[in-house]
């Protein structure tokens, strides 16, 4: 079974930065494309970034692009999130995913999760 631990959410000041962290345990790692998404209240999960299994390959939302950057170390089974010139409207509950297969920016085909980290962006 998979795990995923993500880390390093917090409150931050707008114009902050953040680095998120995600462990994974349990399949092997490098074969897989990784995922962040986010959910604030009342709103639906969605669409953070993406990371290829070699890592050679990312992809972003529009709403991150240039702000966000992701990244993976395939020897210690991690994928990161750095969040630099935060936003308020990037308050929201952060969550890695592992890829199953399909496209790289719809939540259900992401097929493990996380439980969740916490960032909240003060104004």
């Known amino acids: 079974q998979v795990q995923l631990v993500e880390s390093g959410g917090g409150l931050v000041q707008a114009g902050g930065s953040l680095r998120l962290s995600c462990a994974a345990s349990g399949r092997t790692f490098s074969n897989y494309g990784m995922g962040w998404f986010r959910q604030a209240p009342g709103k639906e999960r969605e669409f953070v970034a993406t990371?290829?299994?070699?890592?050679?390959?990312?992809s972003y939302a529009d709403f991150v692009k240039g702000r966000f950057t992701i990244s993976r170390d395939n020897a210690k089974n991690t994928v990161s999130l750095l969040m630099n010139s935060l936003k308020p409207e990037d308050t929201a509950v952060y969550y890695c995913?592992?890829?199953?297969?399909?496209?790289?920016?719809?939540?259900?085909?992401?097929?493990?999760w996380g439980q969740g980290t916490q960032v909240t962006v003060s104004s």
């Open positions: 990371i290829s299994a070699s890592g050679s390959s990312t």
């Open positions: 995913a592992q890829f199953g297969g399909g496209s790289v920016r719809k939540v259900t085909d992401y097929n493990y």
